[in-house]
């Protein structure tokens, strides 16, 4: 019988993720105090549904690194993981807020759909191009975070996305109001804003959602671990397999191998640890393994 824990320290790219996060909160809420201001004074709900859309992104941005600082708290023995784990809460509270901004904007845009209302387009084409240019920036600002490996990046990177794609809404509105008097433009830019947000914001829930359930990673097949590890000469089965996420990139296992012939214990257990790291990139693993025995011990009778 033997048991091991192989850890290795959580490498992220923390003090980029940092910087990137904050520095792109100062300035998406700087803008979103003037887009606000902005659709009030041209009464473009464009305008308006783009700035409930920075709204959300200056709260992800903020509850976003808010929780990269929690994340690096250390473990105690009440929380033995640390507070890592609530960078994903805050993805998933993210997500939520998207979907909730997003239904608000197509039920004021179904209003102003029969009844559009005078605005100001000039006013409106301009804050619309400067959003654009604050968006990219932020964006700028988030692609160098690693947004492939953190969720909470992703999820603000997303949230940024989509508000770039609400500012070039805004602009083809702003024009065609300006060229053609079509005040029907602006709720139809809202809810091209309000499709986006939902999309971004139900993936968002979903990814964070299915970390939070203990899910498997998704970069991760769970029946291509277990055939890899049957494949180490000695290895008569492997059971008990569960892969999970404490957060994004922090992926766990545990399992039982059983092996025939005597003194091989270390030799596969060393082998088992570094198939999981090179191969699968799974740093923290406990291995429990121990000699087949007639009937396998296994909770279900069976090895494999």
């Avoid at 690096?72 to 997500?95: P, Q, S, V």
């Avoid at 996420?245 to 270390?266: K, N, R, V, Y």
Wanted: charged share 15%; aromatic share 8%.
């Amino acid at each position: 019988m033997g048991h091991h824990h192989h850890g290795h320290s959580h490498g992220h790219s923390h003090t980029g993720n940092k910087k990137a996060l904050f520095s792109s909160f100062l300035l998406i809420t700087a803008f979103m105090v003037v887009e606000v201001i902005g659709g009030f004074l041209t009464n473009s709900l464009a305008l308006l549904s783009d700035a409930g859309h920075m709204l959300s992104d200056s709260v992800a941005l903020g509850l976003s690194f808010f929780a990269i600082k929690l994340g690096e708290r250390k473990a105690t023995e009440n929380k033995t993981y640390g507070y890592k784990r609530f960078e994903i809460i805050a993805a998933a509270l993210n997500g939520l807020t998207l979907i909730g901004i997003s239904l608000y904007i197509f039920i004021e845009a179904y209003h102003r759909f029969f009844n559009p209302p005078v605005i100001n387009s000039m006013g409106m084409l301009t804050i619309s191009v400067i959003g654009l240019l604050v968006n990219i920036i932020a964006a700028w600002i988030l692609m160098k975070g690693d947004k492939e490996e953190n969720l909470n990046v992703r999820s603000a990177f997303l949230h940024v996305i989509g508000d770039m794609l609400g500012s070039v809404g805004a602009i083809l509105a702003a024009l065609f109001i300006y060229f053609f008097g079509w005040g029907i433009a602006d709720p139809i830019a809202s809810v091209i804003v309000a499709v986006l947000v939902l999309i971004s914001g139900w993936r968002v829930t979903k990814d964070s959602l299915h970390i939070l359930m203990e899910g498997a990673p998704i970069r991760i097949e769970v029946e291509k671990v277990k055939k890899t590890l049957m494949g180490i000469q000695n290895v008569k089965g492997v059971h008990d397999l569960h892969i999970w996420s404490i957060t994004s990139g922090m992926p766990m296992l545990t399992c039982h191998i059983a092996i025939e012939g005597e003194g091989m214990h270390d030799k596969v257990l060393h082998q088992a640890q570094s198939i999981l790291h090179d191969d699968f990139g799974i740093e923290h693993s406990t291995i429990q393994v121990e000699q087949q025995e007639p009937g396998c011990p296994s909770h279900h009778g069976v090895c494999n």
